[in-house]
C-alpha cells in the first residue's frame, strides 16, 4: 500500500528529487526516538502504528530501485522536501505535522551531505531494514597506524595495596531536558515523546517528577538529583557528564533551542556542583537536526562550530586552553585529571551511523581516531593512565571505526585504565578481549545509565570508585554504584523525591574485584544461574524492567552484546549457549535500540 501511493508521486518528479527524499526518511528513521517497548501501564492502540518498521522490504526496494537515477542532477531542495513530506506520510513515520516540521529541519543538510554522498538504493534498503533487504558496505575498511615501537609487556591488573586511597567519579550521562513536560499531562500520546501540552482533567497524567512513558525530564527533576549531591559524602573527586542534554523532540529543534539547553544545564552543573571539575562529552542529541555532526572540512553555516563554541564558552572553566581549542575544531580534547591521569574525551558522533554527514567520507572523520593514536603514545611513553570517556558506546559504532578503536584498546591496553559511556540508557557495559584469541579480557567499557526515564525507566546516576591518586596507582575502576529515583514513591501524593541506591556492583554480583576478568566471569555465570541474569535484568533497566520476560533469545542476544565491542562481529559470541544465528541477534538488538 505504501508503495502504491507513493510511485505515482515519485514517477512526476525528477529523478534526484524523489531520492533525495527517501534520504529524509533514512535520517527520520535513525533520528526519531523509538520505544524500548510498547509504555507503561497505558498502551496505544496498535492501529495508530507510527514509525519506521511499518517500512516493508519489498515496499523498500521498490522505492529505492526506482530512486535510484540522476543523482548528478541539481536537487531543489524545496521540492524535494514537498516529497519528503509525502514519504513520510505515506511510510506513516510521525504525524502529518511532524513530518513537515522533521523535513524542513532536516532539508537542507540532508540535500547536502546526500547529493556528495555515493549510497546506492539496495544499500539504503540494507541501512534502513538489514541484510535481508540489501547488502550494506557503503563504508570501506580503513586502517589507523598504530606505533612502530612493540607493545609494553602485559601485566595482569592487581589489587592497590591495603590503605591506599580512593577517588569517587561522578558519572552523568542522557540528562534530556524536556522544557515543555507539564505534570498531569498525556503520558501515553501517539507521537515521539510524551508528557507535553495541556494537564489532564482526569486521574493518569504525567506524575510530578517524570513518567514510567516515552517522556523526559522536568527541569526541577534535575536540579533535585544535582541538588542532593551537592552535600555528598564522601566527597567526589571530579564529574565525567557524557552528553545528551536536550529532549527527544527533534522534529522541532532550532539552535536557539540546543544552546538554552546547554547553558541551562551548564549553570545548574555549576550552581550545584560548585569548584567541582566537571568534564563533558559531546552527545548525539546536542546537534540540530540531530545526529548531524560534519567532519570539520565542512565549512561556513552547515558546520559544527556554533555548537563547539558555545559548548567552549559555557565549559571554560573546566577545561584548559588547549582542550579548548581542539573542543571547537571538533568537539573532543584531552587534558590531565591529576597527575598520573590523562583524560580523552571523544566525539562519538564520527562513528555514529546516524550521522548523515558520514554518507560522505566515513574514514577516520576528522582524524580522531589517529589522534588518539597520538595521545596514548605519548601518555604511555610519559608513564600516564588514561580514562576514555564518549557518548555512544564503541559496539555501537559504525564497523570499521569500531574495529580501529579495538585494535587501539588492545595496543594500549596497559595505559587505557578505564572507558566510560553512555547513550543506551540502560545498565550495561561492553568487553574487549585480545585480538589474537578473543578469550583473554583486556579492558571493559562502563555504560551507564541515563538521568532521563525515557523509555519506562526510573531517572539514574552512576558513582564509580577508583584507584585513587598517589605515585603507581592504576586509576582502575574498583566498584560502581547506581541510583535512581523511584517514580512509583515519588509521585505518591504529599511525598519528596528521594535519590536511593538501587545497587553496588561487587555486592549485587558476588564479584572479587571490577577488573576485565571479573567482568568476563559474571557473563559466564550468568549463562548457568539464571536467578543472576535476572537480577542482572532487573538492574539493567534501573528498577523498572518491562513486563515481558528475559529468556531464550532475549538472553542470548543480550549476553552477545556484553561480550561484543566491537560492532557486527559474530566470533565473539561463539562461546555462548544457546548459539544463536547472528542475524537473529543483530534484529533482537535493533529492536532495543531507541537513540
Known amino acids: 500500500m505504501a508503495a502504491r ?190 508528557c507535553r501540552g495541556a494537564a489532564r482533567t482526569a486521574p493518569g497524567g504525567a506524575g510530578y517528577w517524570g513518567e514510567y512513558s516515552k517522556c523526559d525530564l522536568p527541569l526541577h527533576t534535575i536540579e533535585a538529583l544535582l541538588a542532593q549531591l551537592r552535600g555528598a559524602a564522601p566527597p567526589f573527586d571530579a564529574v565525567y557528564w557524557t552528553g545528551d542534554i536536550p529532549a527527544h523532540d527533534v522534529w522541532q529543534q532550532r539552535r536557539e533551542d540546543q544552546l538554552l539547553a546547554l547553558r541551562t544545564v551548564t549553570r545548574l552543573l555549576r550552581k550545584h556542583l560548585g569548584a567541582l571539575p566537571v568534564y563533558p562529552a559531546v552527545g548525539n542529541h546536542e546537534a540540530t537536526p540531530v545526529n548531524a555532526f560534519p567532519p570539520p572540512y565542512v565549512r561556513g553555516n552547515q558546520s559544527s562550530a556554533w555548537l563547539y563554541d558555545a559548548m567552549a564558552q559555557a565549559w571554560q572553566d573546566w577545561l584548559p586552553p588547549a582542550a579548548l581549542e581542539t573542543l571547537r575544531v571538533a568537539g573532543f580534547y584531552t587534558l590531565q585529571v591529576w597527575a598520573g591521569l590523562r583524560l580523552v574525551s571523544l566525539n562519538m558522533n564520527f562513528c555514529s551511523q546516524a550521522n548523515f554527514w558520514l554518507l560522505i567520507n566515513s574514514t577516520d572523520p576528522a582524524g580522531q581516531l589517529q589522534w588518539l593514536v597520538g595521545v596514548l603514545e605519548a601518555a604511555e611513553q610519559r608513564g600516564e593512565k588514561v580514562h576514555i570517556i564518549g557518548h555512544i558506546p564503541p559496539a555501537h559504532c559504525l564497523r570499521s571505526w569500531s574495529w580501529n578503536y579495538y585494535r587501539i584498546v588492545n595496543r594500549f591496553e596497559g595505559t587505557i585504565a578505564a572507558q566510560f559511556f553512555g547513550h543506551t540508557h540502560v545498565d550495561e557495559f561492553e568487553m574487549f578481549y585480545d585480538e589474537e584469541t578473543l578469550t583473554r579480557p583486556v579492558s571493559v567499557a562502563f555504560v551507564a545509565p541515563s538521568v532521563t526515564t525515557y523509555i519506562n525507566l526510573n531517572p539514574g546516576y552512576r558513582v564509580y570508585e577508583l584507584d585513587g591518586a598517589y605515585p603507581g596507582s592504576s586509576h582502575a575502576v574498583l566498584d560502581h554504584e547506581t541510583f535512581i529515583l523511584n517514580l512509583t514513591e515519588a509521585n505518591a501524593p504529599g511525598a519528596k523525591p528521594r535519590w536511593q541506591r538501587l545497587y553496588r556492583a561487587r555486592e549485587a554480583y558476588g564479584m572479587p574485584s571490577a577488573f576485565p576478568v571479573d567482568w568476563d566471569q559474571l557473563i559466564r555465570r550468568f549463562q548457568d544461574d539464571e536467578s543472576l541474569f535476572q537480577r542482572f535484568w532487573y538492574l539493567f533497566h534501573k528498577g523498572h524492567p518491562p513486563r515481558e520476560p528475559c529468556h531464550e533469545a532475549c538472553k542470548a542476544a543480550l549476553l552477545c552484546s556484553l561480550r561484543t565491542g566491537r560492532s557486527i562481529d559474530p566470533s565473539l559470541c561463539h562461546v555462548l549457549r544457546p548459539t544463536l544465528p547472528f542475524a537473529q541477534i543483530q534484529e533482537l538488538w535493533r529492536q532495543r535500540q531507541l537513540c
Open 5 to 194: 501511493g507513493l510511485c505515482p508521486g515519485a514517477s512526476r518528479a525528477p529523478a534526484a528529487a524523489p531520492l533525495l527524499a527517501l534520504c529524509f526518511c533514512l535520517c527520520l528513521c535513525l533520528s526519531l526516538p523509538l520505544p524500548l517497548s510498547p509504555p507503561r501501564p497505558r498502551t496505544e492502540p496498535a492501529a495508530a502504528g507510527w514509525g519506521w518498521r511499518n517500512l516493508t522490504c519489498p515496499a523498500c526496494r521498490l522505492l529505492f530501485g526506482a530512486l535510484g537515477l540522476a543523482l548528478q542532477l541539481e536537487p531543489n531542495v524545496a521540492r524535494v522536501g514537498r516529497v519528503a513530506v509525502r514519504v513520510c506520510q505515506e511510510l506513516r513515520l510521525a504525524r502529518p505535522e511532524i513530518c513537515q516540521q522533521a523535513v524542513q529541519l532536516f532539508q537542507q543538510d540532508v540535500v547536502s551531505a546526500w547529493a556528495r554522498s555515493v549510497l546506492r538504493p539496495g544499500e539504503a534498503c540494507g541501512l534502513l531494514l538489514g541484510r535481508g533487504c540489501g547488502h550494506w558496505d557503503i563504508y570501506a575498511d580503513w586502517n589507523v597506524t598504530l606505533p612502530a615501537a612493540p607493545k609494553p609487556p602485559v601485566r595482569p591488573p592487581a589489587p592497590p595495596p591495603p590503605g591506599a586511597p580512593t577517588a569517587r567519579l561522578l558519572f552523568l550521562t542522557d540528562l534530556h531536558w524536556d522544557r515543555h513536560y507539564v505534570p498531569g499531562s498525556e503520558p501515553a500520546c501517539r507521537d515521539p515523546l510524551c
